[in-house]
């Protein structure tokens, strides 16, 4: 059985309607996945299907949003907080040996309550979304992206949060959030990102 999205059209409708650029974005994403799965000892479940592609789509957003003045003598510094979520392993699996820009990706992971080291991406883990307005807060006026793993995190001031919609892991974009952290989107990305609350989308 087909499944279709509200506008009544196919996934495959939607992919060939995409500029071409992320059409290979998110074939990418897929390939990942499928190497990351057939690469496994065992059986994944669920939870482990979706932080790998949660962990995709993490790598795909460091090619995908533009920072101010990057230096490219330095890595894309990701940080990982909080735990529990699964979500560091399989990040460190996918962007070993990749590059964005011609800088490598490098990933660190820092505990609950910890100061937050300087970095590129911000990546929360679920464990942490009672935390989230005080994380986000704490990055105030660095080019950061933020990244949640839980859909309420924008209204916390986060950029980017995860969501499971028909069983299948989305994303939305707080662009004002973007904005304010001196990060530009692309509109490829934006465009297969759900729509923001209050967006005309």
Known sequence: MTRHNEHGRTPRQLLDSLPRLVAKALLAISLVM?????????PSDGS????????AFVYNFARFIEWPQP?????VKIVVVGQGGGLAA?????????T????SLEVTRAASGTP????????????ERRHVKEIVQSLAGKPALTVCDDPDCLKEGAIIAFQLVDESVRFQINQE?????GLKVSSQLLKVALPSPGSQK
């Open 48 to 55: 482990d299907v979706a932080a790998r592609v949660k962990a």
């Open 177 to 181: 959030a973007a904005e304010h952290a």
């Open 100 to 103: 964005v820009g011609g800088r």
């Open 116 to 127: 937050i080291p300087r970095c590129d991406i911000l990546l929360i883990e679920r464990s």
């Open 90 to 98: 399989p990040l460190e699996e996918i962007i070993r040996g990749k």
């Open 34 to 42: 499928r190497l990351c799965t057939a690469s496994s000892d065992r």
């Open 71 to 75: 230096n490219s003598k330095e890595s």
